[in-house]
């Protein structure tokens, strides 16, 4: 989906669920880290985590527009839109808006290392340690934690 498409389904989500208009511009910013979409006060304009659809699915992200698009339209209405307001939560619910964006998922390889000979291994996925040795030295691998 490129920013054009979400357009389009940002101003039919915005017809269907809350029949008004949604006249300002939506686009994909892959800058949004901990969010999965963001209204802009001044702009009018929502920005959507691309992450909610390449990580997650069309639901998620049609939830996570219908939640922007009701701080667009309460934000445009004269209220304040803010999150813990009766209009937003009520306006949330009823048009079954997602609450929070899930998390982004953490794409960094888990990294193991060996402690015997210091051999690192990133892989994708859990290992079981008590299979699986080191490759060169058949010694113990631990995770690695924190930032490597
Ligand atoms: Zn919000
Ligand atoms: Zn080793």
Same mark, same amino acid.
């Given at each position: 989906m490129n920013d054009q498409e979400l357009q389009i389904l940002v101003e039919n989500i915005s017809l269907e669920s809350?029949?008004?208009?949604?006249?300002h511009r939506a686009y994909f910013n892959r800058?949004?880290? *901990?969010?999965g979409g963001r209204y802009h006060v001044q702009s009018h304009n929502i920005d959507i985590n691309p992450k909610m659809l390449s990580e997650h699915s069309k639901d998620v992200l049609i939830g996570v527009i219908k939640h922007e698009l009701c701080h667009y339209h309460l934000h445009l209405a004269?209220?304040?839109?803010?999150?813990? *307001?009766l209009a937003f939560k009520r306006l949330l619910k009823t048009v079954g808006g997602s609450r929070y964006a899930p998390a982004p998922v953490d794409n960094r390889p888990l990294v193991y290392i060996c402690s015997h000979c210091g051999q690192t291994y990133r892989r994708k996925r859990k290992i079981d340690v008590k299979k699986y040795v080191c490759g060169k030295c058949r010694g113990k691998l631990e995770l690695k934690t924190g930032d490597d």
């Open positions: 809350f029949a008004k208009p949604f006249i800058r949004l880290k *901990t969010t004269g209220y304040s839109g803010k999150h813990n *307001t």
